[in-house]
């Protein structure tokens, strides 16, 4: 089952015109600000001309993340990452 969201995001990826990198970080970024490992500006300097392969990292990057805040309750509310 994991395999197939994979598959299914890659294959949304190539059919899409989104910066996945600045959603994942956006989202890293406000849903775990206080977490003193993740450095916002660091994550924006090195996505903010991302490749097409790390686009695709990206997308799959926040998916999981995303499946796992909500398997484990945490995370935040955001979800509004469809909009850059």
């Given at each position: 089952?994991r395999?197939?969201?994979?598959?299914t995001?890659?294959?949304?990826?190539?059919?899409?015109?989104k910066?996945?990198?600045?959603?994942?970080?956006?989202?890293?970024?406000?849903?775990?600000?206080?977490d003193?490992?993740?450095d916002?500006d660091?994550?924006?300097?090195?996505?903010?001309?991302?490749?097409?392969?790390?686009?695709?990292?990206?997308?799959?990057?926040l998916?999981?993340?995303q499946?796992?805040?909500?398997?484990?309750?945490?995370?935040?509310e955001?979800?509004d990452?469809g909009?850059v």
């Open positions: 089952m395999r197939f969201l994979v598959l995001t890659v294959l949304t990826i190539a059919c899409e015109d910066d996945h990198c600045a959603e994942y970080v956006d989202y890293m970024c406000e849903c775990y600000a206080d003193p490992s993740y916002c660091e994550q924006r300097a090195i996505y903010e001309e991302a490749t097409l392969d790390q686009q695709n990292e990206c997308a799959v990057e998916d999981s993340q499946q796992q805040d909500q398997e484990n309750g945490t995370g935040c955001s979800g990452t909009s």
